[in-house]
């Protein structure tokens, strides 16, 4: 029985990947993850906290992947990265961005009483974590490489998203900086803009559920909240090379809700 392919076929073929945020199989990292591998990357995943989950999660992949512990705001993590990718890999041709957290006092309405120590958590962890990601994996990329990024459409206050909205805007500038200073040395930087979806960090987002009923009535091209593939796909393309001059780019995969007028 022949392997399955994505649309578009093996345009990742001989690519290496790090895709970091991997816990659950719903979740935009585990499917990124698995359709580079079917569209011919050797892939490499970390996660944080429950690695006894991501290992077993890593097991469901086309190919079992190496699976990292990688905690964003642990300078001895980030700086034994490259080390430690480099046990299973000889470089990197890519990176994916998909790590975001914010505390629960961040979110959910309590946006006027948020302290700063949240907030600085909520900043480093979901924006400035690209940077120190990004620099972490350089050594790896001395030919250039492709840098994407999972981001949530930070143009406009969605309710209970809060500061972790803040950090979405963040990330979306950090994301234009890091297109400007990289571009010198090949390294493209973009990020992928994608509807809601219902994954266990969505679940934790207080008013989650007002999300659906948007994204019923607005996207012209319908969307499915059980469905991650789609910005997935997005993801894979922006790895690949048929972007060769784009970066500092939000590519939204949302059915086109970011388009649409009340």
Excluded at 219 to 230: F, N, S
Aim: hydrophobic letters at 45%; aromatic letters at 8%; proline letters at 5%.
């Amino acid at each position: 029985m022949s392997e399955p392919t994505v649309p578009g076929g093996r345009i990742l073929e001989g690519k290496r990947i790090l895709v970091t945020g991997v816990l659950t199989d719903s979740s935009f990292a585990f499917h990124t993850a698995r359709l580079a591998q079917l569209a011919g990357a050797t892939v490499v995943v970390t996660g944080f906290g429950r690695m006894s989950l991501v290992e077993r999660i890593a097991k469901r992949l086309p190919h079992e992947a190496p699976v990292l512990e990688l905690d964003v705001q642990d300078d001895t993590h980030l700086d034994s990265l490259a080390e430690r990718v480099g046990e299973h890999v000889d470089g990197l041709d890519g990176v994916v961005h998909s790590i975001a957290f914010a505390p629960t006092t961040a979110l959910g309405g309590a946006f006027l009483d948020t302290t700063f120590d949240d907030v600085s958590t909520a900043m480093q962890v979901s924006a400035y974590s690209l940077k120190s990601l990004t620099t972490a994996t350089l050594p790896l990329m001395p030919s250039g490489g492709s840098v994407v990024g999972m981001d949530f459409d930070a143009q406009v206050a969605w309710p209970g998203y809060d500061w972790m909205g803040v950090a979405k805007a963040g990330l979306e500038a950090t994301t234009r900086y890091l297109a400007k200073y990289l571009g010198e040395r090949h390294v493209r930087v973009n990020l992928v803009s994608a509807g809601p979806v219902k994954t266990m960090a969505a679940r934790s987002i207080p008013g989650f559920d007002q999300f659906e009923g948007v994204w019923d009535e607005r996207a012209p091209l319908g969307w499915d909240l059980g469905d991650p593939e789609p910005a997935a796909r997005g993801v894979v393309a922006l790895l690949s090379d048929w972007f060769p001059k784009t970066t500092g780019e939000i590519v939204h995969v949302d059915g086109g809700v970011h388009a649409m007028g009340a």
